[in-house]
């Protein structure tokens, strides 16, 4: 394409100076005395298409065939009559004129229509990015969809009347819902009559600009059946800033939520706390760096890193002359001086060469600052701008301004022949301004021309119709357009229109207008302004379009763009988004305390840095893949955070196409499934150990009942006996087992109601010491009550419940001839009961675990004591849900001491 635009035009020349010589030998019988008028034809129409290089071709190849075919001697290069040679000068001095002339006008025409085109070009912008409005607003919208599709929560958009916004699928398959749109514009208290008044008070909180919450909460559904649900509300902002609804994120929670309630007090929550990172001025548009006193880079951004041509990290700990040798010498001179004298350096030109470019001399302008600690200089700042392309063009624009003022001074002289010409190039103008008067009708673009010193003013068709108003029903005036503006509007329209032209800038107003009907519409104006010999504006030249459909859509997107801030910035999902090369452009709130980064740090490839390293490779290698494929993506990942822990991630995403089918990036989530996992572990494990404790007893049960059913031992009856004593304690230490496994559930699910009542203390610990007195004889043990008068407001089979275990326990772990003491003491607001032995003592390492399930100090106690490793974890349940708590203080060697505090406030 670019050969054709430039040899084009010699093409044309070469080609019409064969077609003149074929006429002027055709015709050569009949009109031997006009030699050069075809030639004449040729030489004007090679000119006034590819200019005066073209016609010039055409001139010489003209002299030269009429030299040739129509000068003696003829088909010979050469002339022997000196009127020959006279003949064929005043030949070409003509056909050079002529070229010239043409040449001429034909830079005039263009000027001419380049003057006219400028107001449409700019017209054409504004349409342009009025589409560009409309397709960004139909792209947000497809991804507000595609997120309502993809969320793995239950989410719903609601307006101030309750009536559906937006609802994801998981919102109607938890909820057992018909689809998607049978919700949208239905009342939510419709679809679910069953509502408490309760939920529906906070509602109306959360419209007023509350936000709501709650971990575990219980919904009874019409047909009766109940789902534990968390839940979340948020207020949701229009463009305005106003509350336009609520939003509500739910998770069923229903599955786990026994398993959630027994596993409560195990789950340690890590609380975390993110270092504050300093700001990164990476995406500045200008070089920025920091050196030291010694002239090492210290810091450096990306556009400077860019500027250089080297990575940011190859700059770090290096000098000037090693980074940039070929600028080594005027840099290092005048940062020195700097350093010396304290004072800055500022809009200083260096001229060099890079790595980024070898060979390529470019230009900045930089400025250095000394960075001072009180009075001492501790570095310097740089700030760099690349000035190459801008020094690049004022040479050009120099070289310009000269060539224009010879071809100028060129022009002036030829005016007086150009004169007889003006009335073809005036023909030429018409038709012309009747093509642009043509466009702007089809356009609808309102034009205006005013005589400034006057205001006397015309305007087209459209500009009538514009202000709403029939087409030449009145006279065009200044004074009619200002009475059609908004009346806030006329102000600062007129103040702006007087500054561009006494700035001698372009005129660009968007303003309202008022219709005769009431109606009001968006004008935008462009105007440019015609300067007398004295400077002084004299007409104004400008066009009119209606860009009310355009207002209308940024309103929307606003709209649509707030809509999806709000529902993004309180999901309790993660939330991110990539272009289509897969680079991270945004992620929210949750997505960065989950994966341990903030906004900045996730940008581009950011998010890789806080993979685990031994899951970065595969996880890089599966995301490139499914981007490079257009396919969605799903997998779970660990997040390393800066403190070193690590959370859990399951990852989905989704490719995201515009309206019209184009990629236009990807939209994913990320849920947090670190505690899930944890739950999991902790499940197993309590099934592991639940099993091994049933099978260990079943299995002497099982070997004992066989030896008996065999008749082995028929004729040994002690034998017998014994293993009917084995296979009777194993049966009863299965049977305390399960008995002490439904229990602990059925307290740690608050399924045991407990029947408080007034009750004694003394009483209380009387019970118990005789519940255990066999127990205590049978090991040599002394029970000591320390009796006090106090009242409680208890449940006292489950307080005797927790004393009696507290005390089995240290009657089994205690030797003979040693006491078990039982007190209470009572304090402000609560009882504080105390048992103590004085037994071998608890290790420090194991004072929190043994109140968890299956936990004992030693893994043979349960043989040798007969324990279940439940018990304790029993009182833990019965004291908590008395609104106490339980502890241990032990020393090794000299016994342990058991505490529980309950209030003594009355329900």
């Not at 919450?213 to 649900?229: S, Y």
């Not at 981007?627 to 799903?634: A, K």
């Not at 989905?652 to 990807?666: D, N, T």
């Amino acid at each position: 394409m670019e050969f054709y635009h430039k040899f084009f035009p010699y093409a044309v020349a070469i080609s019409w100076t064969a077609i003149a010589l074929l006429l002027k030998l055709w015709l050569a019988p009949f009109l031997s005395r006009t030699i050069g008028a075809f030639f004449y034809i040729a030489i004007i129409v090679s000119t006034w298409y590819g200019g005066f290089r073209s016609g010039f071709v055409a001139v010489v190849l003209s002299t030269l065939a009429i030299n040739y075919f129509f000068t003696p001697p003829q088909y010979q290069l050469g002339i022997e009559r000196p009127e020959d040679v006279f003949q064929l000068a005043i030949f070409f001095l003509v056909a050079f004129t002529l070229n010239l002339l043409t040449s001429n006008f034909r830079d005039s025409k263009q000027k001419i229509e380049l003057q006219q085109s400028e107001l449409f070009e700019q017209v054409q912008t504004e349409l342009a990015e009025r589409k560009l409005v409309i397709a960004a607003l139909q792209e947000r919208e497809a991804i507000l969809r595609l997120f309502a599709q993809y969320v793995p929560a239950g989410i719903a958009m609601f307006d101030r009347d309750m009536h559906y916004l937006i609802a994801s699928q998981r919102w109607v398959d938890e909820y057992n819902l018909e689809s998607v749109e049978s919700l949208i514009n239905r009342s939510h208290y419709e679809i679910f009559p069953e509502i408490p008044e309760r939920w529906r008070q906070i509602h109306q909180r959360c419209l007023a600009g509350a936000i709501e919450k709650c971990e575990e909460d219980l919904f009874v559904r019409a047909d009766g059946t109940q789902q534990w649900i968390w839940w979340e509300i948020h207020p949701w902002h229009t463009a305005t800033d106003e509350i336009g609804g609520i939003i509500i994120f739910s998770v069923d929670i229903t599955n786990r939520k026994h398993i959630e309630i027994a596993l409560r007090e195990s789950q340690i929550q890590l609380q975390r706390q993110l270092a504050e990172i300093e700001t990164i001025y990476q995406s500045a548009p200008i070089g920025l760096s920091i050196f030291d006193t010694e002239l090492r880079f210290v810091r450096i951004n990306q556009r400077l890193a860019e500027i250089n041509g080297l990575p940011v990290e190859a700059h770090i700990g290096r000098t000037v002359s090693e980074v940039v040798p070929n600028l080594a010498n005027a840099a290092e001179q005048l940062l020195r001086s700097i350093l010396a004298t304290g004072e800055p350096v500022l809009n200083v030109e260096i001229i060099g060469e890079t790595p980024a470019q070898p060979g390529v001399q470019r230009t900045w302008m930089e400025s250095w600052l000394p960075l001072k600690d009180s009075d001492r200089i501790i570095g310097i700042s740089v700030v760099c701008e690349e000035t190459t392309e801008r020094k690049q063009a004022q040479m050009a624009l120099q070289q310009l301004n000269a060539e224009l003022e010879q071809r100028v001074a060129q022009r002036t002289a030829e005016l007086s022949e150009v004169n007889t010409r003006l009335l073809k190039t005036l023909t030429a103008l018409e038709k012309s301004e009747e093509r642009r008067r043509l466009a702007l009708d089809l356009t609808h673009i309102g034009f205006w021309d005013m005589h400034l010193p006057s205001k006397n003013i015309i305007w087209n068709d459209n500009h009538f119709t514009l202000l709403g108003l029939a087409p030449y029903s009145i006279e065009p005036s200044y004074e009619l357009w200002r009475s059609h503006v908004y009346p806030d509007d006329i102000v600062w329209v007129e103040q702006r229109f007087l500054a561009s032209m006494e700035n001698r800038t372009d005129y660009t107003a968007e303003y309202r207008v008022v219709h005769p009907d009431g109606s009001v519409h968006w004008l935008m104006g462009r105007a440019k302004a015609i300067y007398d010999e004295s400077g002084r504006p004299v007409r104004s030249l400008g066009v009119l379009l209606d860009i009310s459909d355009r207002k209308r859509t940024e309103e929307e997107l606003r709209q649509s763009e707030a809509k999806f801030r709000s529902l993004s910035e309180c999901s309790p999902l993660g939330i991110f988004m990539t272009d289509i090369q897969g680079r991270c452009t945004y992620t929210n709130p949750r997505y960065q305390a989950i994966c341990g980064c903030t906004f900045d740090e996730a940008l581009g490839e950011g998010w890789v840095q806080f993979l685990h390293p031994e899951d970065r490779q595969e996880v890089t290698a599966r995301w490139s893949k499914a981007v490079s494929q257009r396919q969605e993506f799903r997998s779970e990942i660990r997040y390393v955070h800066k403190d070193r822990t690590i959370r859990f991630g399951r990852v989905q995403s989704a490719p995201i196409f515009s309206v019209s089918g184009e990629l236009i990036g990807y939209v994913g989530t990320v849920e947090d499934v670190t505690d899930k996992r944890a739950v999991e572990t902790m499940k197993n494990e309590f099934i592991s150990i639940v099993s091994h404790e049933l099978r260990t007893p079943l299995a002497s049960i099982y070997g004992s009942l066989g030896l008996l059913a065999a008749g082995v031992l028929k004729k040994q009856p002690e034998s017998a006996q014994q293993m009917l004593d084995i296979a009777a304690q194993n049966t009863e230490r299965l049977v305390r087992l399960v008995n002490d496994i439904l229990d602990l559930e059925r307290l740690e699910a608050q399924k045991v109601k407990l029947n408080k009542q007034c009750c004694d203390v003394a009483t209380l610990l009387q019970q118990s010491v005789e519940t255990v007195q066999a127990l205590a004889t049978e090991n040599n043990i002394t029970l000591c009550v320390e009796p006090t008068a106090i009242q409680l407001w208890v449940d006292g089979d489950r307080i005797i419940q927790t004393l009696v275990n507290l005390v089995s326990n240290a009657i089994k772990f205690s030797p003979p001839e040693t006491t078990v003491t039982l007190s209470v003491q009572d304090q402000a607001d609560r009882v504080l009961f105390k048992v103590q032995d004085r037994g071998r003592g608890i290790p420090a390492d194991k004072l929190e675990t043994i109140f968890g399930r299956f936990q004992q100090v030693d893994a043979s106690d349960s043989r040798q004591k007969g324990g279940t490793g439940l018990g304790l974890a029993i009182c833990k349940s019965i004291v908590q849900q008395h609104g106490g708590k339980i502890w241990v203080e032990s020393v090794v060697g000299e016994g342990s001491s058991f505490y529980f505090s309950l209030p003594k406030s009355l329900d």
